[in-house]
């Protein structure tokens, strides 16, 4: 088993994913744009769409998290639908990671220790995508 993540977007999923790929020191892949996927004469695009992201990729931490933009006949609902957990291998991670991901965004925990971890830190980025991030010492 695996485990992936789907993070949907407005119509900045690009500048999302730019940021993530380089947060989280890693590469995009496979993006696409509906304009360029296989078109469906059953689901006509509609041309306010034809730039925005339908799929894009990074590996994170061995997993794959995957990213769109919705489409205009479907709005996006920003909310609390997603919480990506991050679990990195020192305190130092937990510190940089936070202060990259809240510009633009708001801390809800500062990296601090927790009674689950050694160092814990929850922010909310400026994509409106809350992020758990933690440093779990399994020796303490």
């Known amino acids: 088993m695996k485990l992936e993540m789907f993070i949907n977007f407005n119509g900045n999923c690009r500048e999302a994913v730019e940021l993530y790929a380089k947060v989280f020191k890693s590469e ?20 306010s769409d034809r730039g925005k992201i339908m799929y894009a990729d990074i ?10 933009d919705m489409p205009s006949d479907s709005p996006l609902i920003v909310g609390n639908n997603i919480n990506p957990t991050v679990n990195v291998t020192d305190k130092v991670e937990v510190e940089r990671l936070c202060g990259e991901l809240k510009e633009g965004g708001k801390v809800y925990v500062e990296p601090q220790k927790t009674f689950f971890s050694e160092c814990y830190a929850m922010v909310e980025d400026k994509f409106g995508v809350t992020w758990q991030i933690l440093y779990y010492n399994s020796q303490d």
Do not use: H, R, W
């Open 59 to 68: 590996q994170m931490g061995g997993m794959i998290v995957m990213f769109m």
């Open 28 to 47: 995009v892949k496979n993006l696409m744009t509906y304009g360029e996927a296989p078109q469906n004469s059953e689901y006509p695009l509609n041309e």
